[in-house]
């Protein structure tokens, strides 16, 4: 696709070059700085200044003078010009032959500069070997041999310094460094002059087309190949570039990157060597030269001379992003990278990544656009501004100057189409959350969070409550009204909690519950607003809302104080006391707190206990009173009162009683007497009153855990004592006695039992009881035996150890060393350590308080 690269500008006009000369034509020209050196078909050299100005609206235009012309003083054209500023110089090709000429005056150096003659062609290496400054190669095409000179020009004198021959006669050459890049008769080649090495490159034919081979950069080439292609190749034979495609009749070609520029019969086409797409034709008949210099080029034909003035890059790319060719805009900048300083160059990236991520915005692409946003680093600002109404009011953002795109807003951009708007703000919702989890706000995070946050609202997203559950910096002043407007109350609550503000967020949801305000957000609002309140480290807050949660549910109100951290409790920031003094008008919620207290914290205070066994109790008198008792809440009440008064022991035992009265809780009254150690009453009371002997049994259980075998032995005898008693129900009575010691034989002393038992009991019904007994007294009797059997053994063992160690003699003496210290003994006491070695009494002793397990040597024994 086309793009304006060059500007064809006249330099030189065919009055000022030839005036009425109709026969005189441009052969060659050179340029150096604003030098202009032109060569033509009668043997002239006319040296021309150049002048570029640049008008107001950009437009290049050359004047020029002419300083002066020069004939050579032969009869041939002047084939070819060389500049050589360093030396001052000029080298000209004219009738095959090299001579050097004076840049100022034009006159050929002849004191001890010899002219090198039978030349074909010469090119000079702009990548010298050599490291002298004042020194020029120049490679030459031997007329009448198949060979190819390197000489060395110097101010005053010119020296062959390597001949190569070549495998074909060569006709045009380029020199870089040692490589040689020649167009033989057939092919191109690349030949290293220093080590002879030659690389094949591709045929051609040179009868049909005029070769062309041109160094465009280090050790890199172009040639024209055949099918009407530029080919590139590097001195290692191989192409690191794809060809470009010019015409067949290409005379002559130049680079100025990124372009390569080539002439023929009627055309100028200018190719990208990025793309190798065709950027520019320029139509220019009669061409017959095509140069570059120096970053210009410049091109003749056979009367005068143009110049290809270039269009700064900056103004080709931006032509092609407004032409919205997105893709070329970015080769052409990654290509000219190595061209521009690099700080200016990111910068100036930078622009063109957000313009072409803008373009492609503007064409719905959002993957891509998204992209060159981030790799140009957007302000993501420049992108929340096209959506009216979206950054906060106090918000100090400007667009960038120039404007990184055309677009007023997004309904300029959507025309209306209401489809694409919707499109437009789902991507900035995704591209808003990719920036805010990375490091792309930082500095606009306010900015950013506000407008996430009025599209979540605008678009009913589920990740609205998200964003305000999370660490945000959503504004207040104007994330509150935008919620307001589409009734996001639930979320309003959220955003009044982070910004510390606990009371509005709880008058928010409270006319939620209460039907003041409609958002279906949470169905479980209330239960939410509980948990929040149970939570919530205000506590002016939780009491200006507790009832409010209390009258309207009892039993969820409540988790308001049984759900507080633990920490808040030890900090002594709500005070249990306070609670329940508190909820004394609600009973169902202090019954709740209660035994939150005792039965899930157990706390041990007295006075806790005593108040939740004494609402028990009124429960379960008040349920007793009714007509008729509900038989199931009466069952469950007592159930709650009867395990309270078994596992608690710090509630008021006799206020219970006393509370009681006469009621027939007979159970629970037999619980409060074991409290008091009134067993024989208790029993009496489970046995006599209740007739339950299982009850009677589960109580000798029950008041007997964890106080020993001698306590419970003794409960069990009350018990048996209460169905022995004369006067009872014999049979009854006697059958419940019997089936006691068969079930708890264990807990019974037998011979106890066999003195009180009535003589004229059947042993047969005693048969279990007996049998266990017996068992287990000669269970004990013989664990005993073993147990001693096991001592006397250990006994008997430690004393084998003993006499083993005592047996022999100890010699000490003072030749003999202490094996803990080393040193010798001064003194006859020592003790033997096991296995008979000696040591001084107070090593022993050390060893033995430094030893961890403070294990002493087992008995240690003083030898003289």
Partial sequence: MSVKAFELVPAVGRELLMGDKALVNIECIECCGK?????????FIYHFILEESTSTKGKVTYSSQKLLHKHLGLKKPVSELRAVSALERLIVLCDSTVLVVDMANLEPVTSGVARIKGVLAFCVNENPVNGDPFCVEIGIISAKRRTVQIYLVYEDRVQMAKEVSTPEQPCAISLDGYFLCLALSTQYIILNYSTGASQDLFPYDSQEKKPIVKRIGREEFLLAAPGGLGMFATAEGISQRAPVSWSESVIAAAVCFPYVVALDQGFITVHSMLDQQLKQTLSFRDGIILQDFEGKVALTSTKAVYMLVPLPLEKQIQDLLAGRRVEEALVLTEGARSNIPKEKFQVMHRRILQQAGFILFGQLQFSEAKEHFRRGQLDVRELISLYPLLLPAGSSFTRSHPPLHDFADLNHLAQGDQGKVQCCKRFLI??????RSSDGSNGWRQDVDTALLKLYAEANHESLLDLLASDNACLLPDSAPWLEKHCKYFALGLLYHYNGQDDAALQVWVRIVDGELQDSTRSDLYEYIVDFLSFCPNLAVVWKYADWALNRSTKVGVQIFTRRPVEEEQLGKMNPDDVVKY???????????????????????ERFHTQLATLYLDR???????????????????????LLLRESSLYRVQCLLDKMGEAELLQERATLHGKLEEHKEALHILVRRLKDASAAEGYCV?????????????????????YLEPGSAGDVQAVLAVDLLNRHA?????????QVLPEGWSLQLLRPFLSRALRETMHGRRTAQLALGLARSENLLLHHDRLKYQGGPIFVSEKKGCHLCHNTFSEPDCVCLPGGVA????????????????RHCANPSSHT
């Fill in 620 to 642: 379960v008198l008040s349920l007793l009173a009714a007509s008729p008792p509900p038989v199931e809440e009466v069952t469950e009440a007592r159930r709650r009162l009867q």
């Fill in 839 to 854: 040591v001084h009494t107070h090593c022993a002793a050390q060893r033995a308080r430094d030893s961890p397990s403070k």
């Fill in 583 to 605: 909820l004394q008008k609600y009973s169902q919620a202090l019954v709740l707190y209660l035994e939150h207290l005792v039965l899930e914290k157990r706390v041990q205070k």
């Fill in 746 to 754: 264990d807990a019974f002393d037998a011979v106890a039992v066999l």
């Fill in 702 to 722: 029950w008041a007997s855990a964890s106080r020993g075998s001698a306590y419970r032995q003794r409960l069990f005898h009350l018990l048996l004592g209460l």
């Fill in 35 to 43: 030098h202009l050196y032109v060569g033509t078909n009668d043997c």
């Fill in 430 to 435: 995704s591209y808003l959350r990719e920036v």
